[in-house]
């Protein structure tokens, strides 16, 4: 069982339960003669009362609002806590036996949990995310009857949530490494999942839902092929991983390099001219990731078993001119490292040891530096490197908390040029920072996502010349980045986010929600007072409002988890901060892509919190 040092455990989720009070709900980071100010995002303001100023008084002292909210405080606050009790991966239940948790606490959790799952439309999604050791066994008999009870409670409660789910398809690779192909270039649908359907081996381990033979019955096709690949799961538990016998040692080492040599001078030519570069460059990247992590998993093994030495590796490795293969070498190294620390810290201490004498012989590559500081994080995760030693290797620590690299001072530059430049006039003088940057997941290469607001009854057709005239303002401060656009309709006293056909992927719409709520707003009061006043509201007042055929809602809020639980946190994110933590009875399947960041223990303990907090958009 891999168990994190608890002081790790309470860096990463202390940060995002009070988040709060590390966003200032009002700021300047310009100095205090700027007309500009930045603020929390939306959602932020809605969920913590302190934060409550900007609303009117309508949504500020609504009850529902109150009642919403502070039930997400408290579901947050138990599970911080729980989290910093228990090792991640631990069972919640082996942990109160252990002693590790005590009645009332576990009592708090179950029923928050049950409450959160059954209060709000939209709350039964967490039962995607939440960790599966915070699911006891239906056969669980702990001494208390109470807290029995509210076990019971919870764990039907989550079967309702899942039931619901059992409803839900989405694009597959929203849950895989996030492949979406531009719409020109499909040549078929988008293949789709039930992913609540994957779940049921877990639910039948944990005693909620009959095996197999007496499961529900399949309703359409892709939720038979779900829950069929569920099932496939389920068999693969008692199935273990067959140890290699193959003789593993120089040699074959030089010939696995060879090996990877050779795929490596194929690879560009398996991309069709006919792509768009962006996907091609992307899709390369893709081969080569996944070629490393075939290759690293088979020289991990070697070293692990010790048939091969670190020093042995790194002679081969640097044998070669192709940095990808020093990559393959660095993460093979990781991996074995992690997996050792499992049971043997000291062990790893010593192998690291190698590894660093390894690293510093061979560098400085800057084509090596990202696989690097992964491996230093993980290590510094594990126990095995200090949080000195990250410092003095410049590596940056990440806990998905909101602003952590946000560029406060380029946000409110911008919005400072919108509203003094004349030629801008079209343009509402706010800026909303997004993406990575405000995710807690960029690095210093990454780009400053923002998004701009046009004014009403400003014609499209001049759209072409006002993205140029903006390019050549911001180029006179230092910004090359090109915003998002959300153009604004006027309809009485509200505002609207107007729609275009068409796929430009830089004009926001109605149905994209995460940019307005859960994005850092940098503006003068005024204006973000109006858009306050006139443009939010009818997100939290739409009942009966459909978009796309569906409800609003529901379109609003699967947009808002996508942003924050699955791009990129799912797909890249999390892993280049943390080491793999799955839990032990989830198999190795590929029916349930269970390579897959989804299955983490870690990841999902960052997600449910993160689901709590920033998904939020109720319905008043």
Known sequence: MLTFPIFVVISIIEKIFNMSSHTSPQKSYSGVNSPIITICSPTESLLYPENRWIWDERIRQNPHLYAYASKRIELLRQLSFVFNKIPVSQEITLAHDQGLIDDEELIDLFVSLSYFLDQEEGNEVLALYLPFELIPKMSWQPLSTRLKEEAVSFTESYLRAWIKLMSRKDPRADFVDGDIPEFEIRVGPLPEVVKAAHLVFVLIEKEIVPPPAEAMPETNEILERSVKEGFRALARLKVRKSEVKENRDAGWLSIIFSK????????????????????????????????????????????????????????????????????????????????????????????????????????????????????????HALGIVSKEVLQQRGVEMSEFIEDTNLDGQKMEAIALTIQTNEDLRDFLPIVIACGSKTKGY??????????????????????????????????????????????????????????????????????????????????????????????????????????????????????????????????SGYRRFYPEARAPYVPDCQAIDSESVFWDSGYRRVASMIFVKKVFLPQL
């Not at 001049?462 to 230092?478: C, F, S």
């Open 260 to 379: 990877i040599k050779t795929e490596l001078e194929s690879l560009p030519a398996g991309i069709e001219a006919s792509i768009p570069k962006a996907r091609a460059k992307w899709l390369v990247q893709k081969q080569l990731e996944s070629l490393t992590q075939r290759y690293s998993g088979e020289i991990a093994q070697a070293l692990i078993a010790e048939s091969i030495g670190i020093l042995e590796l790194s002679a081969w490795a640097f044998h070669y001119r192709r940095y990808e293969i020093r990559v393959v070498a660095i993460e093979a190294a990781r991996i074995a490292i992690c997996e050792i620390a499992k049971t043997n810290i000291e062990k790893a201490k010593s192998t690291y040891k190698q590894f660093e004498d390894f690293m510093d012989i061979n560098l400085p590559r800057p084509e090596l530096l990202r696989n690097l500081k992964t491996a230093w994080l993980h290590f």
């Open 442 to 571: 960029s690095d210093k290469t990454s780009d400053d996502d923002f998004a701009v607001f046009i004014r009403p009854g400003v014609d499209f057709a001049l759209r072409g010349e006002l993205r140029e005239k903006l390019a050549k303002a911001l180029a006179e401060i230092g910004v090359s980045e090109k915003p998002m656009e959300f153009w604004l309709s006027r309809f009485g006293t509200r505002l609207w986010i107007r729609n275009f056909p068409g796929l430009d992927r830089t004009i926001g719409d109605s149905t994209l929600c995460s940019i307005l709520w859960t994005g850092i707003w940098s503006s003068d009061k005024a204006t973000i007072e109006t858009l306050y006043r006139d443009l939010l509201p009818d997100y939290l007042y739409s009942k009966g409002l459909r978009l796309l055929g569906e409800k609003a809602r529901k379109i609003w809020l699967r947009e808002m988890e996508q942003a924050a639980l699955q791009y990129r946190l799912l797909h």
